[in-house]
């Protein structure tokens, strides 16, 4: 299906200055024909092979304008990247209201039910550069920019509810431990790195981020499958002047899935570009993923009675304990034209609020509203960036702002200060009613830098995270605490890590201590506040516990030879196509392989370069005469290894076993491993795929581990 609109905001820009191109158009090209090469300065290029030079042998001549032009345009073609988050994509897509929220919020966005306002979305992962890999361990950005009626406003959120630090003071430290080293300027996108441990030791504020990290939320199987939060409290205000906090979610209709490290550490190898792939393959196929925006709504009585701070982004509000309200929905529904011109160049801001929103005192969020314009400055070059198609409003807008560089539109007519005493060309006017007001907040107290006492409970609802998961996350959580510990190189910084995991959960501290091989247990770190045993456990925390109900929007890769049962490919294909989720050939070689019945299928995937870890689930198909010599080609033991080693769903032909006898899991068969003997054996198959992973499986592999 194709996407629905087709105008595109880097096309809308070039069709607005179609105007000033028309007219004495010699090189304009007629629809349909190649448009004629020209300078940016519009003359046509006669020869684009070869420089100027004095003589077929001779040097290049300085003249050489169209030479100069592009090799200066090119030399200067990198902006800064970002300094966190360099690494993202985006797309474009809607936000559709379902009801309207007026006793709540005055935000116009929010008024009229079924009202669609324009977004754009950027993730993106935080420690990476920007040719970093898609699967690191981190935390991935979720930045929503919603063009409304009354302003851009953005949710420039995180996949994770929570925060490694209370104040914005200690962000360049938090960001500068985590980076590559400065020394020798690695390790690139990834945590586990004495510098990284040794700041997070020093750091108890940090622990409940730590948990959040080292758990599979950390490695998502796609940006379809994650959640996006806004993290801090905010206020919305309604047309009375009423504050009501919020806290914002995104919660994917795809349901939430990851990946596991393994899987992770060989996707970098086979995908780096894994995340950003599935969402261009899954827009362009018109698999557009969905999520619900919901809010966490409370007044200062519940603020005043909930046992932590609303104002401390280490700390969530369980849904158990305030329900989400599902207002809207947000719909990604077209890739963009241009990478640099939208994804690279668009500029999100906290600050960015219309009337109706408002902040807190979150010192997090404070900060940042400090923050992101400078950053804005120095990516973009001044500060005119607002002018670039993917940041500006879509409302009408009007202000007295002018000049600066790369000044696209300044405002027009003699008056360009305010007051003014001109009547019509005077310009824009303030509007007392309309316009954004912030929530008259009492305010009193000394100046001073301190923490208040309300944020110095550091352990509590990381123990809550941990007793939430189901025993396979809670595994994981401890495999990803030893896997980084031991890529630290300082043995006081495993221990003071441990020390402090002593403060969350013993078992927890048991397995990383284990894993570790410590010699002896560390003394549970010292406590600003003893940890709180009485919180319950949150289901909603848990990955596991809240996946799809259907396979939808996942792939199966089908592992198949020449003479492959065709009657097999067809049943998988057409089961798959009834769920909803993508089927690709993985075959000896990439022209494909010639079915049972003589059709010749296409393949996706030469098999070295298709490694399961590419797929949900995986079939293996191969042909009585073909199952031997697939079953020598290490590529091909892999795939099933990896397949079974990561608990997925495996279907296969009874040729199937000479490769499954040298992967070595012929005899490990088990319920996830179903042999399809007729092609309508397939529906079951997949109906199966819908819970993902049989994690009993690794419960088995790992034996008494
Ligand atoms: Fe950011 N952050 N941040 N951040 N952040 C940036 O702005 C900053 C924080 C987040 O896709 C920068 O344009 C400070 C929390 C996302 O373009 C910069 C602090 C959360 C993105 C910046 C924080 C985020 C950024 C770098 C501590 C989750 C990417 C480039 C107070 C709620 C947006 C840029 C995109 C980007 C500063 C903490 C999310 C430097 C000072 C907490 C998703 O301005």
Redesign the pocket.
């Known amino acids: 299906m194709a996407p629905e609109r087709e105008t595109t905001t880097t096309a809308r820009y070039f069709d607005q200055q179609a105007p000033r191109r028309a007219g004495g158009e010699t090189h304009q090209a007629a629809e349909g024909e190649t448009p004629v090469l020209t300078t940016q300065q519009g003359a046509p290029v006669s020869d684009d092979q070869n420089s100027l030079k004095a003589g077929l042998r001779g040097p290049t001549l300085l003249e050489d304008q169209h030479f100069r032009e592009k090799i200066f345009h090119f030399d200067h073609e990198r902006i800064p990247e ?5 690494r ?1 994509f ?1 797309a474009h897509g809607f936000f559709e209201t379902y009801k309207s929220l007026s006793d709540i919020t005055s935000a116009d966005i929010f008024q009229r039910p079924g009202e669609k306002s324009e977004a754009f979305v ?3 992962t ?1 420690a990476g550069n920007k040719g970093s890999s898609d699967l690191a361990r981190d ?5 929503v920019k919603l063009y409304t009626k009354e302003g851009n406003w953005d949710i ?3 996949n ?1 509810p929570v ?3 209370q ?2 003071i ?3 430290d ?2 500068h431990a985590a980076k590559q080293e400065p020394d020798r300027g690695f390790p690139q996108a990834q945590t586990a790195h004495d510098n990284f441990w040794d700041f997070m030791s020093l750091m108890p504020e940090a622990m409940h981020m730590a948990m959040w990290i080292m758990s599979d939320r950390a490695i998502p199987r796609s940006f379809r499958f994650m959640e996006g ?4 409290t905010f206020r919305m205000i309604n047309a009375e002047g009423r504050s009501t906090f919020v806290k914002f979610h995104w919660k994917p209709k795809q349901g939430l899935q990851s990946v596991v490290w393994n899987e992770a550490l060989k996707l970098n190898g086979a995908d780096p570009d894994f995340h950003r792939r599935d969402l261009w393959d899954a827009i362009r196929a018109g698999d557009y993923p969905e999520w619900e925006l919901g809010l966490q709504l409370f007044d200062e009585a519940f603020a005043d009675s909930f046992g932590f701070d609303i104002l401390d ?1 280490t700390k969530i509000i369980p849904e158990e304990e305030v329900p989400i309200r599902i207002v809207g929905r947000l719909v990604l529904d077209r890739c963009v034209d241009n990478f640099f011109a939208e ?1 690279e160049q ?5 600050g960015n609020v219309v009337p109706g929103i408002d902040f807190t005192n979150d ?6 509203n ?7 400055l120095k ?1 973009l070059g001044g500060p005119n960036f607002t002018h670039l198609p993917v940041n500006a409003p879509r409302c009408p807008f009007h202000h007295f702002q002018q000049d600066g560089h790369m000044a696209f539109h300044n405002p027009p007519g003699r008056a360009n200060y305010e007051p003014n005493s001109w009547s019509e060309a005077g310009g824009p006017r303030e509007t007392p009613e309309q316009g954004f007001q912030s929530y008259p907040e009492e305010m009193e107290g000394t100046k001073r830098r301190a923490r208040p006492d309300s944020f110095a409970d550091h352990y509590s609802q990381g123990r809550q995270f941990y007793i939430s998961q189901t025993p396979i996350e809670r595994r994981h959580i401890a495999d990803a605490f030893t896997f980084e510990l031991s890529k630290v190189e300082r043995p006081e910084i495993r221990a003071r890590i441990v020390s402090h995991l002593l403060n969350i959960h013993e078992e927890l501290a048991e397995r990383v201590s284990q894993g570790l091989r410590l010699e002896e247990m560390p003394k549970p770190a010292e406590a600003a506040k003893p940890t709180r045993t009485d919180l319950k456990e949150s289901p909603k925390l848990s990955i596991a516990l809240n996946g799809p109900d259907s396979f939808k929007g996942r792939k199966i890769g089908i592992l198949a030879t020449d003479g492959v049962d065709i009657g097999l490919v067809d049943g998988l294909q057409e089961a798959a196509k009834a769920e909803g989720a993508l089927v690709e050939i993985v075959a000896p070689m990439i022209g494909g392989v010639k079915a049972s019945d003589g059709a010749w299928i296409e393949a996706g995937q030469k098999i070295d370069g298709g490694p399961s870890v590419l797929y949900d689930a995986v079939a293996i198909l191969p042909s009585a005469e073909e199952a031997e010599a697939l079953a020598r080609q290490p590529a091909a033991r892999d795939f099933v290894a990896d397949a079974f080693a990561h608990c997925k769903f495996i279907a296969y032909s009874a040729h199937a076993m000479p490769l499954f006898e040298k992967a070595g899991i012929a005899a490990e068969l088990d319920s996830g491993c179903v042999e399809l003997d007729r092609g309508d054996a397939a529906r079951g198959f997949i109906e199966m795929c819908r819970d993902l992973r049989l994690w009993e499986r690794e419960a088995r592999i790992r034996g008494a581990a």
């Open positions: 970002r300094v966190v988050h360099a993202g985006g950027r993730f993106s935080v935390v991935r950005g979720f930045a420039v959120g995180n994770m925060f490694f630090i104040d914005a200690k962000f360049p938090l960001i939060f806004g993290v801090h982004a994804t668009v500029a999100f801001h906290t010192p997090l969020l404070q900060g940042r400090f923050s992101y314009l400078d950053t804005q990516r």
